[in-house]
Nanobody, 122 residues
Framework: VRLMESGGGSVQAGGSLRLSCEVSAYTVTKYCMGWFRQSEGAEREMVAT???????DYAESVKGRFTLARDNTLNTLTLQMNNLKPEDTAMYYC?????????????????WGQGTQVTVSS
């Protein structure tokens, strides 16, 4: 299984970025997938996850600003991030697990991409 993120970068507060995750040897619609992030000195935290049945969970801090989607044809996962804030600065990871349900703790996830850096300046 290979997860490869792209789309990170540096933006000013209020700006937008779109992260993509290309998935190999794993079908995005069959399992739980999502995005985690980790800022310097902090633990990894769930940003958004999507279950096999399409149910999406967002962290409270990103609700209304971030949108998670999966593309069944391209077998990709995306995270549209709008109205970015400096506190969104982190390394963002695409994740997957061998299960249909999603959970917030990071230890539930079996597969991790290498990460893509998002930096938001004020």
């Amino acid at each position: 299984v290979r997860l490869m993120e792209s789309g990170g970068g540096s933006v000013q507060a209020g700006g937008s970025l779109r992260l993509s995750c290309e998935v190999s040897a794993y079908t995005v619609t069959k399992y739980c997938m999502g995005w985690f992030r980790q800022s310097e000195g902090a633990e990894r935290e769930m940003v958004a996850t999507i279950e096999k049945n399409g149910s999406i969970d967002y962290a409270e801090s990103v609700k209304g600003r971030f949108t998670l989607a999966r593309d069944n044809t391209l077998n990709t996962l995306t995270l549209q991030m709008n109205n970015l804030k400096p506190e969104d600065t982190a390394m963002y990871y695409c994740v997957g697990r061998q299960g249909v349900a999603c959970y917030r703790p990071s230890y539930y996830y079996d597969y991790w991409g290498q990460g893509t850096q998002v930096t938001v300046s004020s």
